[in-house]
C-alpha cells in the first residue's frame, strides 16, 4: 500500500526566503506526482505535474523535483512572498494518494 | 472556461439521512473524481468516473456511491449518514487520459450532526 509522507507539517519563513518542501513516497513504481496548493477553505490549485519519466518541472518561482528511485520529489519555491502561504500537498497518482500536506507561512 | 463547479457548498444533515452532492466538470472533461478531506484522515479518494462508468474506487464503505451522466456531470450520494462523515468532499475533473491534470472545486462542507 502507497504510503506519502510530507515533512515538514508546518513550516513559517520571512518574506523573500527560498524554501524547499519535501514529498516521500514508499512504492516507486508511480504514474506521476502532482503539487497541489490549498487555501483555507478552498478547493487544490494544481501547481506542477511531474511524470514518472520526468525528473523535473519548473513554473516561474516554482520547481518540483522526481526521485522515483530514493522515492522522495521536492518543491522549491524561490523569493518567497506572503501571497505564498497555503497548504501544499503533494499527490501520487497511480491512485491518486496524497500526503497531509505542509502549511506554509510567508511572514511579510 | 469555467473552472469546476461543486453544488451546494454548504450542507447540514443529521445522522441516518442521506445526501446527494453535485460536480459539474470542466467542459470537455470526462472524467470526474471524487475525494473527502477531513482533519484526522487528510484528503482521501473516494471514486472516478470516466464516460458514465466507475473506472477507480477508494477505500469507502458502500454508503458511499456515485454516478455520472452522460454529459459527464456526477453526483455522489452517501446513505445513512454518521457523524463521521462530516467533510469537505472535493471533486476533480479532467479529460481522462492517465497522467494528466486535475483541477479541482471548490468542494462542499458537509456538517452531520
Known amino acids: 500500500k502507497q504510503e506519502v509522507t510530507q515533512i515538514p507539517a508546518a513550516l513559517s519563513v520571512p518574506e523573500g526566503e527560498n524554501l524547499v518542501l519535501n514529498c516521500s513516497f514508499t512504492?516507486?513504481?508511480?504514474?506521476?506526482l502532482q503539487w497541489f496548493r490549498q487555501d483555507p477553505g478552498k478547493g487544490l490549485t494544481s501547481l506542477l505535474l511531474?511524470?514518472?519519466?520526468?525528473r523535473e518541472q519548473t513554473s516561474g518561482r516554482l520547481n518540483a523535483s522526481l526521485d522515483k528511485s530514493s522515492g522522495r520529489s521536492t518543491l522549491y519555491i524561490a523569493a518567497s512572498q506572503p501571497g505564498d502561504s497555503a497548504t501544499y500537498l503533494c499527490?501520487?497518482?497511480?491512485?491518486?494518494?496524497f500526503g497531509a500536506g505542509t502549511r506554509l507561512t510567508v511572514k511579510p | 472556461k469555467a473552472g469546476v463547479t461543486q453544488t451546494p457548498r454548504y450542507l447540514i444533515k443529521t445522522r441516518g439521512q442521506q445526501v446527494t452532492l453535485s460536480c459539474s466538470p470542466i467542459?470537455?472533461?470526462?472524467?470526474v473524481s471524487w475525494y473527502q478531506q477531513t482533519p484526522g484522515q487528510g484528503l482521501q479518494f473516494l471514486f472516478e468516473?470516466?464516460?458514465?462508468?466507475?473506472?477507480n474506487k477508494g477505500n469507502f464503505p458502500g454508503r458511499f456511491s456515485g454516478r455520472q451522466f452522460s454529459n459527464s456531470r456526477s453526483e455522489m450520494n452517501v446513505s445513512t449518514l454518521e457523524l463521521g462523515d462530516s467533510a469537505l468532499y472535493l471533486c476533480?475533473?479532467?479529460?481522462?487520459?492517465?497522467?494528466?491534470?486535475?483541477?479541482f472545486g471548490p468542494g462542499t462542507r458537509l456538517l452531520v450532526l
Open positions: 512504492d516507486s513504481a508511480i504514474y506521476n
Open positions: 468516473y470516466f464516460s458514465e462508468t466507475q473506472r
Open positions: 499527490a501520487v497518482q497511480d491512485d491518486m494518494r
Open positions: 476533480a475533473s479532467s479529460l481522462g487520459q492517465d497522467g494528466e491534470t486535475q483541477y
Open positions: 467542459s470537455g472533461h470526462r472524467s
Open positions: 511531474i511524470q514518472s519519466s520526468q
